[in-house]
């Protein structure tokens, strides 16, 4: 099985809805991140999780919130979807232990807003 | 100016030759650098990391790091086909686990 997986892999919404992409993962890692990704543009963060209790917003978090309910799971939401949030989104965890900090990437969602 | 750049590609070598990527990074507080492989449609996977001054050699693959010009590149031997995918350049700023990307190099390696 998957150390990270996201659910749903593939979404196609409408403009105004509400979406919510789920990460679970388990490695066992107490950080976690949601980034997007649109062509050209490599990653960008849109939030991050360093435990159950803290959540940051990351550079471009407009537009996102997000819940950590437990130490395996983050879920990002689109409050009211719009057609820029059209990206590849993808969920990764870190342990602070590891040396060079390496994230582990969920196998992405690609999400249309039509 | 981006924090991380790299010129996005394609850059096209021919089978057996060292294909060459190359990345800049503005911010000289910077740590720790990594290369990730990322196949189309696919997450990006962690092919190295380099935080000293220098080479680190990996199989096929050599990271090269030099802090008093800011840039990291990374050199693959004997590229092969399946070497084909977007190579993304990232950049630890702190001792935490943040990382800012660029934007990926498409690198294509033909037969």
């Known amino acids: 099985d998957a150390d990270v997986t996201q659910t749903p892999r593939n979404r196609i919404t409408k403009t105004g809805k509400r979406i919510m992409l789920e990460c679970s993962q388990t490695?066992?890692?107490?950080?976690m991140y949601w980034y997007r990704q649109d062509p050209g543009l490599g990653l960008r963060l849109i939030y991050y999780?360093?435990?159950?209790?803290?959540?940051n917003k990351g550079e471009i978090s407009d537009g996102y919130s997000v819940s950590r309910q437990a130490q395996a799971k983050f879920s990002l939401s689109l409050e009211s979807a719009i057609p820029n949030q059209t990206a590849l989104y993808f969920c990764?965890?870190?342990?602070?232990?590891?040396?060079?900090?390496?994230?582990?990437f969920g196998p992405g969602t690609r999400l249309t807003v039509l | 100016q981006k924090e991380v750049e790299q010129n996005s590609g394609p850059l096209s070598v021919p089978e057996g030759a060292i294909a060459s990527l190359n990345c800049t990074y503005s911010?000289?507080?910077?740590?720790?650098f990594f290369w990730y492989r990322q196949y189309s449609g696919k997450s990006p996977e962690l092919i190295m990391f380099?935080?000293?001054?220098g080479d680190k050699e990996d199989g096929r693959f050599t990271a090269q790091l030099n802090k008093a010009s800011q840039y990291v590149s990374l050199l693959i031997r004997d590229s092969q086909p399946s070497d084909s995918a977007t190579y993304l350049c990232?950049?630890?700023?702190?001792?935490?686990?943040?990382?800012?990307f660029g934007g990926g190099t498409r690198l294509m390696v033909k037969p």
């Open positions: 990764a965890t870190s342990d602070p232990g590891l040396a060079g900090a390496e994230q582990f």
């Open positions: 490695k066992g890692h107490d950080r």
């Open positions: 999780s360093f435990d159950v209790k803290d959540i």
């Open positions: 911010d000289r507080g910077s740590q720790s």
């Open positions: 380099i935080y000293s001054n």
């Open positions: 990232a950049v630890n700023r702190d001792a935490g686990n943040m990382l800012t």
